[in-house]
């Protein structure tokens, strides 16, 4: 019995530390695009170098962008799902986070998805308003994937002796 608890308590600690690494990354790339690759592809199409769009810069990046989200979301929320299985005593930290990761998915596919297939397909003087608008819709699923990350990372709080199938001394 005491193995048992040993390895499953090991188990669930590390599918939280994964879980709540996958949050941070999700987070991260929304961070990195937000402040780095939108600014980038706006000073691009302000200046006018390469007709902006059609800079080899956004031809690369657009289009492999969702190609690494997506997975990386999909996966955000399987580790979280994980970490709800094998933590029962944190279940509100996950399903919260869980539906924080799956409203980042719909607000992209509902909200968002128009506004990308325009700029995609916009030459480079309309580009800008359009990427403009993309930059203040971006700012929302980054505060999602922060709220999602600080949820997974509100799990780790004191588990240790939440567990009611073992016996482990207080310290």
């Not at 090991?10 to 530390?17: F, N, P, R, S, V």
């Not at 980038?40 to 962008?65: D, E, M, N, Y």
């Not at 399987?78 to 930290?93: C, D, E, K, V």
Request: glycine letters at 6%; proline letters at 7%; hydrophobic letters at 55%.
């Amino acid at each position: 019995r005491r193995n048992f608890c040993a390895v499953s308590l090991l188990l669930a600690e590390m599918w939280k530390i994964s879980a709540f690494g996958f949050n941070c990354i999700t987070f991260g790339a929304f961070l990195f695009g937000t402040f780095v690759d939108l600014p980038t592809l706006a000073a691009l199409i302000r200046s006018g170098s390469t007709a902006g769009v059609a800079h080899p810069f956004f031809q690369v990046w657009w289009p492999h962008g969702a190609k690494v989200m997506v997975p990386l979301i999909l996966s955000t929320m399987a580790a979280n799902y994980l970490g709800l299985i094998t933590t029962p005593p944190r279940t509100f930290n996950w399903i919260v986070a869980i539906g924080l990761d799956a409203a980042i998915l719909l607000w992209t596919l509902v909200v968002m998805r128009p506004g990308i297939q325009a700029l995609t397909a916009a030459s480079s003087p309309k580009a800008g308003p359009l990427l403009l608008a993309f930059q203040r819709q971006n700012l929302v699923r980054l505060a999602l994937a922060f709220a999602a990350m600080c949820a997974a990372g509100t799990a780790f709080c004191p588990w240790f002796y939440e567990q009611p199938h073992c016996e482990y001394p207080k310290h």
